[in-house]
């Protein structure tokens, strides 16, 4: 029994310190390049939750202001919201079909406003369903007691889970 916990140990080890392929962003689903590390170089389309490289999003605003067309998303060619009631209802239809990085986006909307039990609520959801951001705001926020008990197995649970598909600061 002692030999197979030091295994599954070495296992887990191996998982966590193997260097992933890419980052955890992935890549542009327009382009396939990799996406940037600093994700100030990519844009979130509120319309489909994807994540665009900058380059794309330009490609896309040149073509639509040199045709004089109606603003779309470059992904999934929806009109781009007028409002911002149109994105937040917009982001609650993306919540309901278990979209993780909409619920991953309105976990951080409810910590900003300090509602941390609807934060950990939505990133618990978002983890569930594989985000690894949502996983790295879990440990943080188990590391500093925001609206859990500081814990620092599940701590250190929600930090491996985000470091193994290679998050940054994980």
Known sequence: KKECKKRAAELRDEVLFKQPESIHLGDCPICCLPLSVDESNS????????????GCDYADQMRETGGKRQSKCPFCRHPTPKSQEEAERIQKKRIEVNDPV???????????????????????K???????????????MHREGLGVEKDKKKMWHHLEEAAIP?????
Do not use: P, W
């Not at 978002?126 to 943080?140: E, P, R, T, Y």
């Not at 290679?166 to 994980?170: L, Q, S, W």
């Open 43 to 54: 844009t979130m389309m509120s319309c489909c939750s994807k994540l665009i490289c900058d």
């Open 102 to 124: 909409a619920m991953r986006l309105m976990g951080f909307e409810r910590q900003e406003k300090e509602d941390h039990d609807g934060a950990f609520e939505y990133y618990t």
């Open 126 to 140: 978002a983890a569930g369903l594989g985000d690894v951001n949502a996983h790295f705001n879990l440990s943080v």
């Open 166 to 170: 290679g998050h940054t600061f994980a």
